[in-house]
C-alpha cells in the first residue's frame, strides 16, 4: 500500500470539510415522569418503536413496551439508581440487538450482548432478539436425529433435529444434567450449542460453565446467561437472545440444540414485568400473553429447507414443576407447544433410577423417523415391555407365589431397568446402545446383580471395541446395518455372554 | 404558552441571544415564552428545545458530526 503524503491527506481534509454541511441535529427527547421496581413512564418520544432500545441518563438502558398517546413505559435493564424524574430519555432507533456468529463460541454473554467472561468480544454481526419464526414454506419435516447418547432418551424418546423436546421434572430430579449430557455428546458433530440460563443462581451457572469447560464442550458452546439478580427485562429477554445466537448459525446452515434452562423463572421473569407495567393479570397472575410469550419463541425452531439454508434448531426447553404436578398452568401450557416431553420423576430419582425418566409419561411425538434405523431395529418393543413390567411389579408386590413365565418377565423388566441406567456425563455411542439393546434382548445380563451392570456393561464395550471394531465404525458413522452385520453383533455379544457367565 | 428552552455557552452575548430570540420566534410562530439555559459544553451556538424535539446547533455536537464523518470515510 502506498503511504499518502501530507499533501494528499489535507487536500482531502480540504475537501471534505468543504463538503460538510452544519445542518441542524434534530431529534426526539423524552422525558422520565415516574420510575420504581425497574419500570419508568416516559413522556414524549412519539413514533418510538415497540421494543426499542432507550437511553437513560448514565448510560442505562431501557426496553419501550407500553406505547400511548401520552407517553410509554419502559422496563431497565440495568439497576434504576441513576434514574431520576425528569431526566431526558433518548430513543435508539434499534430494537435490542445481540451479536452473533462464531466469535461468540466458548463465550459467555448477558442478554444484551455484552461479555461476562472478562473478556473482549469482537462481533461483526448482530442479529434483533426478536425474530420472526419460519413460515410453512421454509420448513422440511424432522428426519435427521440428534442423539443424547443417552440410551433412554435416544431409544424410547427420541430427539430428531428440529425438534422441541421439553425437559420438565421437579426440583433436583436431573433436568440440566440430561440437557448438559445432550450438549456433551454434540463433541466431535457438526451440531453447535446454545445454552441459555434464566434466572438461575449466579454460582449453578459458574458451575455449568466450569462443567461445560471442563469436557471441552465450550468449544462449540455459547452460554447466554441471566442470573436471578438481574432485571426481570433482562431475564425476559435472554432466551429470545439465545434463540437469535442460534439463528445466527441456522442462517449458515448449520445444527443448533438450544437449551433453555428454565422456561418457569422466564414465565415468572415476564409476570413481574408484566404486572409492573400495570397489565391486567390472568390466571395465577400471569398475563394473557404468557402462552405467546413461550409460543412464539419456540416455533422459532425449525428445520429450513435446501433451498432457505437447510439448517435446524432443536429447542430443550426445561420447566420446573412442583410436587410432579405436570398440569400446573406454564406446565401444560409449554407440553402443548413442544413436540414431546421427557418427564423426570422425583421417585424414580430417589430409587436410583438415574436418568429418571417416566417412560409412561414421556413421548416423542415426532417419532420414529427420528431415529437411526439401526437403533430403530432393536427399540421396538421397548417401551411395552417397560410398561408391562411396571404393571406386573405393582400387580405382584405384596404375591409371593409367581408362575415361571411371570418370574421371568419380572426378572427381564429389571435387567431392563439396570440397562437404561446410565452416569452422568457418560454419553453411549449410537454402536454402544444398539449393543445394550441387543444384549437385553438375547438376555445377556438377565442374572447380573443391579450393582455390577455398570461394570460388566463398560467390559461389554471394550470386549466390542476390540472384536467389531470395523462394525462400531459403520454403525457410528451411518446409524444403519444389514442383517449379516447384525448377525455379528449377536454373535459376538453372545460370545461376550458365554465367556463372562457367572 | 409553549417553552422553548435554549442552551448557549456563557459567553453568549445578550445581543445574540436577543437577535436569535427574534429569529426563532419570527419562524415558529408566536406564543412560546423562551428561557435561557448555560451549559459550557455547548462551546459555540445553541441547542433548541421545544416539545419533545431536540435541535442542536451547538458547535460541540457539530464538530463531533464532522470528526464522525472523517473517520468514516
Redesign the interface.
Known sequence: MIEPGISEISSFLKEKVAGFRNDPISYHEGKVISVGDGVARVAGLPGCLYGELLEFRGCVYGMAMDLSADGLGAVLFDNADTVAIGDTVLGTGRVAEIPVGEKLLGRVVDPIGRPMDGKPLEADRFLPAERPAPSIIQRRPIDTPLETGILAIDSMIPIGRGQRELIIGDRQTGKTSIALDAIFNQKDTDVYCVYCAIGQKASSIAYTVQTLRENGAMDYTVVVASPASDSPATQYLAPYCACSIAEGFMQKGADVLVVYDDLSKHAVAYRAMSLLLHRPPGREAYPGDIFYLHSRLLERSAALKEEFGGGTITALPIIETAGGNISAYIPTNVISITDGQIFLENELFHSGVRPAVNTGLSVSRVGKASQHKAMRGVSGTLRIDLAQYRELAVFTRFGSDIDESTGRQLRRGECLVDLLKQGKGRPYSLFQEVSVLTAYRADVFLGTPSKEVPARLEKMFAYLHRRCASLEKIVNAHGEMDDEEFEELKNAIAAFGAQTQQ | MREAIVTVASNFSDENYERLREGLLRRLGGDIVFRRVEDESVVGGFIL?LD??????SLA??LK??GK??AD?
Open positions: 428545545r419533545g424535539i431536540v435541535c442542536d446547533m455536537s457539530q458530526k464532522l464523518e472523517l470515510d
